[in-house]
Nanobody
Framework: QVQLVESGGGLVQPGGSLRLSCAAS????????IGWFRQAPGKAREKVPC????????YYADSVKGRFTISRDNAKNTVYLQMNSLKPEDTAVYYC????????????????WGQGTQVTVSL
């Protein structure tokens, strides 16, 4: 059974940090591009803020560049999202997603989705 399971969300103050994890099962993460999407309350899902190709290429949207870092541990079949200098506007449900094509993933398409983890940035 194919699954992506996110963890690590929570409540953090502005300027703080969180690290999200996304554990894959049922397929080899190394063969897929992986991205983190997010959806804020009352808003449409934002196209992937950051993603990592199976070859190690990365993409970051301007909104998270310099603050977020995506990484993967293929041996553990797990992807991470290190989020620093968090802002209230980063508040959202964060989803990891996988696609065979890095290009299509960055366009917002995915073969597999996780269930999401809530990140709240507030005093």
């Amino acid at each position: 059974q194919v699954q992506l399971v996110e963890s690590g969300g929570g409540l953090v103050q502005p300027g703080g940090s969180l690290r999200l994890s996304c554990a894959a099962s049922g397929f080899h993460l190394a063969d897929y591009a992986i991205g983190w999407f997010r959806q804020a309350p009352g808003k449409a899902r934002e196209k992937v803020p950051c993603s990592s190709s199976s070859e190690g290429d990365t993409y970051y949207a301007d909104s998270v560049k310099g603050r977020f870092t995506i990484s993967r541990d293929n041996a553990k079949n797990t992807v991470y999202l290190q989020m620093n200098s968090l802002k209230p506007e980063d508040t959202a449900v964060y989803y990891c997603a996988a696609h065979r094509s890095f290009r299509l993933l960055t366009m917002g398409f995915a073969d597999y989705w996780g269930q999401g983890t809530q990140v709240t940035v507030s005093l």
